[in-house]
């Protein structure tokens, strides 16, 4: 199941970028569009091409829209945007964008929607852009419209430049009709006013006469109220926050970070600007600037090259006004001297001379003209060029010395268009505007240019028509992305109908079960889509090339190929290459010899093909032909498609070849786990039973083929069942292992006997779980040895117990009276006398030494698991408290790491502790005082506690000797002790399932080191 459902989807999302692993790991199922599996060919075609595309495109399926789009959507939907309807995916633009999208699905007809603001997300922005939307209806097979599919074009630097140009020619036209500098100023701030947009905010301070200080005279934005900017400013030392001063005697701009300013006014999308440019007001001819500009940045734009040349013509233009309308008001002085000056250097006469006015209006439209990325053009109404942008030097080639003097006509239009050239012109004469319309025009190397064309007619002061404006812009781009939706469309018409065939086959592969069949349905969905009129497939059986099944061709013919070697045939060389052969003209073909040939001709085969079968683990399993009646080849769609025909013939042959292969397989195993003492079951990738042997049967005395749950609560003992049943569950929900130890009902001797079940997943290729194998061993035997060995040590452990405790009575007494009698009679004795009573009192001390040690080997295993981990250090202490008196009298030192806290008992961790420090005392050098340090490390899931000393060490041969009961490397009248210490700490240890070992040299010192498990 898991593995048909990947299948089905790396079939269209294969090798498809970021958005195709999205696509594929996403749960459609709780989409309106259902499973990917299911999904209708005409959205699985639809989705590959989109995926392969590098424009940026997205499919909006079903009544909802449900959205997916490609790589190159990316940065405008995001990753999050994926199988939500498009209304919600672009709901900031719905309003604007839905009732296109609504009309392709309704009438079918494809639709198209410019300009569209966008804001993307930038993570500290909100970005301005603008886009193009095309829309192309997706049909399914019965023509009905299901989906659209949408070309998503990026205009932004188009619409922005045209918005730039714009706010430029606004100040240029208002600039042009003011007469004072007051008005000038006046006029650039409204238009600055009008086009916030671009230019949320701007600051105009004018020079005084001697450059020492400036002045604000115009202010443009929406600031708040209580923002006052400075009116009065020195131009000779800068005052926060504009770099007034600097910019002025600079000459340069400069960037201000504005983004901690109070009171300023917000830009694009209500987002607060970020940044300002503080420019030079400069009027050109090497003056010195007149002002300066403080002019805010919107935010929705990067602030790259382009950007900053807008701002740098901006400040340009002002300028030009500025010192215009000064030389204006200068010569209105002079020509009046009785009306005296003019009362402030920005109200003055309002004359301009007349040679001035050309000169201003020059400076500005140039300025205009040539920042415009539209070609502009001039010409007399005769067509012949009178000037040329850097705009039209860039689309058509010519330079303005190659251009201007001659005509528009022979310069740029193609001969089939001169009568469009000349209906331009008489309209133009009338007065007429030529709005935009689509035409074509000759670049200078030959090329034809899509272009977009206005024509507005000049006229003189006199109102006469002089000549005309030409406002051309490059369109090939959009054209061209109109061809290719054009083409698109075309494409998935006939790989939709070519996708139908092919899924209609797949689900006939799917669901039928007769093999020759099924290969001949192959075979007709190659003659219905790639045009072929014959063909058959060939198996490879020993070394021979045989036809499993044919089409379109006679008898005579299959005879003669019914069998044949691999060399002598075009399939047979298919086959040995491992790639596909084309012969276009079988006649003139060298492959063939004369009987084959002449067999081919006169069943009409004049032309084949031959693609190898190769199944997806690299195995060849024998050809796919078809034939043509005429001398061709098939083109690469025809060729593509003949590959998913033979993958589907060869995952067809290998899966035949697989189900006879696991019918085989299943017989061998049925009869091996028939013959196994075990019980062996099977179950589903959900856990469900489908399988035991005979064994489980004969146990259980159930009939064949009965799994159901109420035939397991009869088995299992009813306090295994509830534990059994969540482990099951458990395992089968993760896909892990399962163990469990569970009671069946013997129906022979009519008991409750033990088994312990294991259940291994069996995944497929592509990592799921499809089976679970199990067996179920009968340990009952071992738990009644396991019960028995668990009595008797509990009674060996009573019995050390009651040992240790009534031999304590009598040691006791013993040492009792031989001290009494060393104290009253010691006087009387002799000295061998005395020598005895020592004896016996030494021996009952190291009796009592040894029962102590006897009885707490025997109680390490009596507690309880730990609820909390010990405090390692505090237990630590304990232990040096109790041997301080021999610290003291060895004069050992004791250091420690920091150390963890461990999951055992503090009591048992005492005992570890007091018996390592005090052996590591008890066995120190003759030569040096004991050095003992405790440390810890984390290794492979367990804390590893070491407790290293400078003793006398042992050799390596003792190392495990030493661990055992009673084992004791030196003699008593040497270093005393019961040689129970070691094998204390190492029942403790396995007692936490750690272990316990020592590294050592004699003479060196020893290291012994314990785990604790985590």
């Not at 299901?146 to 045209?162: E, F, H, I």
């Not at 009939?703 to 069942?721: A, K, S, V, Y």
């Not at 009253?824 to 006398?833: C, K």
Request: glycine share 8%; aromatic share 6%; net charge negative.
């Amino acid at each position: 199941m898991i593995t048909g459902q990947n299948k089905a989807r790396s079939d269209f999302l294969s090798g498809a970028g970021e958005m195709g692993a999205r696509i594929r790991a996403c749960d459609w199922s709780r989409t309106p569009l259902g499973p990917a599996e299911q999904w209708p060919p005409e959205l699985k075609t639809s989705v590959s091409l989109m995926l392969a595309s590098p424009h940026p495109m997205w499919i909006g399926s079903g009544p909802e829209m449900t959205l997916l789009y490609n790589d190159a959507c990316l940065p405008v939907l995001g990753a999050a945007a994926l199988a939500k309807p498009a209304a919600e995916a672009w709901a900031g633009i719905w309003d604007v964008c839905g009732p296109p999208a609504g009309k392709v699905l309704d009438s079918g007809e494809a639709a198209t929607l410019d300009g569209v603001r966008l804001l993307l997300d930038r993570g500290a922005y909100q970005e301005e852009a603008f886009y193009s939307f095309s829309y192309s209806p997706i049909r399914g097979d019965s023509g009905q419209v299901c989906g659209l599919l949408c070309l998503a074009t990026d205009v932004t630097p188009k619409l922005v430049n045209a918005r730039r140009l714009a706010t430029l020619s606004e100040l240029a036209s208002r600039c042009l009709a003011e007469k004072t500098v007051a008005g000038a100023c006046a006029a650039a701030a409204q238009a600055l006013r009008n086009n916030a947009g671009e230019v949320p905010f701007a600051l105009l301070y004018l020079a005084g006469a001697e450059g020492r200080e400036a002045r604000l005279v115009q202010a443009a934005g929406d600031f708040a109220p209580d923002f006052a900017p400075v009116s009065q400013v020195s131009l000779e030392e800068d005052s926060p926050p504009w770099p007034l001063a600097a910019v002025y005697r600079s000459a340069q701009r400069r960037i201000v970070d504005a983004s901690g300013m109070e009171g300023l006014p917000r830009g694009a999308a209500g987002q607060p600007v970020r940044e300002a440019v503080v420019l030079p007001v400069i009027s050109g001819g090497g003056r010195p600037p007149c002002g300066v500009l403080v002019a805010g940045v919107n935010p929705g734009r990067p602030l790259d090259a382009d950007h900053l040349a807008f701002f740098d013509l901006l400040a340009a233009q002002v300028g030009a006004a500025v010192h215009s309308a000064r030389a204006g008001e200068q010569e209105q002085c002079r020509a009046a001297p009785e009306a005296g000056p003019p009362q402030s250097p920005s109200l003055g006469a309002e004359g301009v001379s007349k040679h001035q006015q050309p000169e201003r209006a020059s400076l500005l439209l140039g300025a205009i003209v040539d920042s415009s990325h539209d070609a502009i053009i001039s010409k007399d109404l005769n067509g012949v060029v009178t000037s040329w942008n850097k705009s039209a030097e860039r689309l058509f080639g010519y330079t303005a010395e190659e251009a201007i003097g001659r005509t528009v006509m022979t310069l740029l239009i193609p001969a089939d268009r001169h009568d469009e050239e000349r209906e331009i012109l008489e309209r133009l004469r009338r007065g007429e505007r030529v709005d935009h319309f689509e035409t074509v025009r000759r670049h200078k190397d030959g090329r034809l240019l899509d272009v977009s064309v206005a024509a507005s007619p000049i006229k003189d002061a006199r109102v006469n028509i002089i000549g005309a404006s030409n406002i051309t812009r490059d369109i090939s781009d959009r054209k061209h992305a109109e061809t290719a939706i054009r083409d698109l469309n075309a494409r998935l018409t006939s790989e939709l109908a070519a996708m139908t065939r092919m899924q209609q086959l797949s689900t006939r592969l799917v669901a039928a079960g007769d093999f020759v069949r099924l290969l001949e349905d192959i075979l007709d969905a190659a003659a219905a889509i790639t045009g072929a009129d014959m063909g058959y497939i060939q198996l490879d059986e020993g070394g021979l090339l045989r036809i499993a099944c044919s089409r379109g061709f006679g008898r005579e013919f299959l005879e003669v190929f019914e069998a044949v070697r691999p060399a002598q045939t075009a399939s047979g060389a298919a086959l040995q290459r491992r790639e596909r052969v084309i012969v276009e003209d079988v006649a003139s073909s060298t492959m063939f010899d004369g009987a084959l040939r002449d067999a081919l001709l006169a069943a009409g085969a004049r032309a084949l093909q031959s693609t190898p079968l190769i199944t997806r683990s690299g195995e060849t399993l024998g050809v796919f032909s078809t034939h043509y009646r005429v001398a061709q080849g098939p083109g690469e769609r025809e060729q593509r498609l003949l590959d998913l025909l033979a993958r589907q013939a060869a995952d067809l042959i290998e899966r035949r070849r697989a189900e006879i292969a696991l019918l085989e397989s299943e017989r061998k195993f049925r009869q091996l786990a028939d013959a196994m003492p075990q019980i062996v079951w099977t179950a589903d990738a959900a856990g469900r039973p489908d399988y035991f042997n005979q064994r489980w049967y004969q146990f259980t005395g159930l009939e064949p083929g009965r799994f159901d749950r109420q035939t397991w609560e009869g088995i299992l003992h009813p306090e295994d069942f509830q534990a059994a049943a969540r482990l099951w569950a458990e395992s089968v929900e993760k896909g892990e292992p399962f163990r469990a130890q569970t009671r069946l009902w013997d129906r022979a001797e009519r008991r409750w006997r033990w088994f312990i079940s294991r259940a291994l997943p069996v995944r497929g290729a592509q990592g799921g779980v499809v089976k679970w194998f199990g067996t179920s061993t009968d340990i009952d035997e071992q738990k009644r040895v396991e019960a028995e060995l668990r009595r008797a040590n509990q009674d060996l452990e009573q019995f050390a117990y009651s040992v240790s405790h009534d031999l304590q009575e009598p040691l006791r007494s013993i040492k009792i009276y031989g001290e009494l009698l060393s104290r009253r009679y010691g006087g009387r004795l002799d000295g061998q006398a005395l020598e005895f009573l020592e004896y016996l009192r030494t021996g009952a001390s190291r009796m009592e030494m040894l029962l102590r040690d006897l009885l707490a080997y025997t109680q390490v295993t009596r507690l309880d698991p730990p609820e909390e981990p010990a405090d390692t250090l505090e237990s630590l202490q304990a232990s040096l408290a109790n041997l301080s008196g021999a610290i003291a009298e060895s004069g050992a030192r004791v250091t420690h790491d920091p150390l963890p806290p461990l999951r055992l008992h503090a009591t048992h961790l005492r005992q570890l502790f007091q018996n390592l420090i005090g052996n590591a005392i008890k066995y120190r050098h003759r030569d040096r005082p004991p050095r003992i340090h405790i440390s810890a490390a984390r290794e492979a899931g367990a804390w590893i506690v070491s407790v290293q000393d400078n003793g006398i060490g042992l050799p390596p041969e003792y190392k495990e000797h030493i661990f055992g009961l009673f084992k004791r490397l030196h003699c008593g009248d040497e270093y005393s002790g019961t040689g129970i210490g070691l094998a204390i700490c190492q029942r403790i240890v396995e007692r936490y399932h750690g272990r316990i070992w020592v590294e050592s040299e004699a003479g060196t010192g020893s290291v012994f080191r314990f785990s604790i498990p985590l």
